[in-house]
């Protein structure tokens, strides 16, 4: 009975280390990527695992002592790619004038789910600027534009899938329009924001496929990549918003990060996961509002389940009086390639210029 329980530590350890460190290697595949998601999940139980595996270490060198190494080597990397996102006590911007705040409130409604009661008396209570909302259909479409009168300015795309998109606004939209980043079939918002100063910003609020095991994450990344080009190519200020389906540790999210340098508030304020809503432990942060430098954060609030398996996400954010958008510094010319090559096997017209 000792050796069976031994053995089954031993192979838990080694599943867990490999499930930790395959997501380091580039592999497009959903069924690698989705090992990105748990982390913490993967961490905590590594940690469990190592501490039973140690005190067999003595007896068992030889089966054990492999083991637990890798335990701990992949407990290590969990830790250092999740270290970023712990509370750390950021010190916040002092008073921020209101004609240089913004607000972003990202919600994935779930498609099917019909209480949008408790998502509208969210709203009025914490008052966003921009209200993100994904998996929209008809029936939200009535009752949102029914209910927000106070954010009267609105783009959206009904699909009659998992993919329809709403953006409602208090603050007057510029050139507003619906795209289709890399070519994919899921709609994404692209408008000027008229802050209260008058400045336009760029925004851009996309939702791309979640994951499937059995297909290539190569979509998904093309949209995070044409989402970045859009941004940079509009050089002022900007920000990305939306249910990305992605960890922001992620390679094809970090590298997204770089190419629009993009910044995740995350950082420093903390994991604040948004997914799974229906689940007490299984949870992660997939959804976003990434800034450029212009902007500094003043608060992240996670708010409570509506019905949806994703928790509503609010970032409140300060356009930073005196900071004006800098001239793109040159891209990382193996980001570039990496992103063309990917634009181009997911048959995307875009391509990442060097500049």
């Known amino acids: 009975m000792k050796a069976l329980a031994r053995l ?11 499930a930790s460190l395959i997501p380091l290697v580039p592999i497009e595949w959903w069924a690698a990527r989705l090992l990105d998601f748990p982390r913490l999940q993967l961490a905590a139980a590594l940690a469990v695992v190592g501490l039973g595996l140690a005190p067999l270490l003595r007896t068992s060198p030889g089966t054990v002592g492999p083991a637990l190494a890798l335990a701990i080597a992949a407990l290590v990397v969990n830790v250092i790619i999740l270290w970023p996102y712990r509370p750390t006590g950021t010190t916040r911007p002092g008073a921020c004038p209101i004609e240089s705040q913004l607000s972003v409130l990202v919600a994935n409604v779930q498609l099917g789910n019909r209480n949008a009661e408790a998502l509208v008396e969210a709203v009025e209570r914490v008052e966003p600027d921009l209200l993100l909302a994904m998996e929209t259909d008809a029936w939200w479409d009535d009752v949102l534009k029914s209910r927000l009168g106070s954010m009267p300015h609105s783009l959206q795309r009904i699909t009659g899938s998992y993919y329809g998109i709403h953006l409602f606004s208090r603050l007057p939209l510029v050139n507003g329009e619906i795209r289709h980043p890399a070519g994919q079939d899921t709609p994404a918002v692209v408008t000027g924001i008229t802050l209260r100063s008058g400045e336009v910003v760029t925004f851009v609020g996309l939702h791309p496929k979640p994951p499937q095991v059995w297909q290539s994450a190569r979509g998904r990344d093309a949209e995070l990549y044409a989402a970045a080009n859009v941004l940079r190519e ?13 960890t922001p540790w992620e390679l094809a999210v970090e590298r997204m990060q770089r190419l629009a340098g993009l910044i995740d508030p995350r950082r420093g304020y903390g994991y604040v996961a948004t997914w799974n809503a229906q689940s007490s432990w299984m949870r992660w942060p997939l959804d ?51 992103a063309n090559a990917v634009l181009a096997a997911a048959g995307a017209t875009e391509r990442l210029l060097p500049r």
Do not use: M, W
Request: with cysteine.
């Open 8 to 18: 089954a530590l031993v192979l838990l350890g080694l599943t867990l280390a490999a």
């Open 234 to 246: 509009r050089r002022g200020s900007g920000l990305l918003a939306g249910d990305l389906n992605a």
């Open 288 to 338: 976003h509002v990434l800034h450029d430098g212009t902007f500094a954060t003043l608060a992240i609030e996670r708010l409570d389940a509506f019905g949806s398996d994703h928790f509503p996400y609010l970032v409140r954010l300060c356009r930073q009086v005196g900071e004006h958008p800098k001239t793109p510094s040159p891209r990382d010319a193996d980001d570039i390639a990496t």
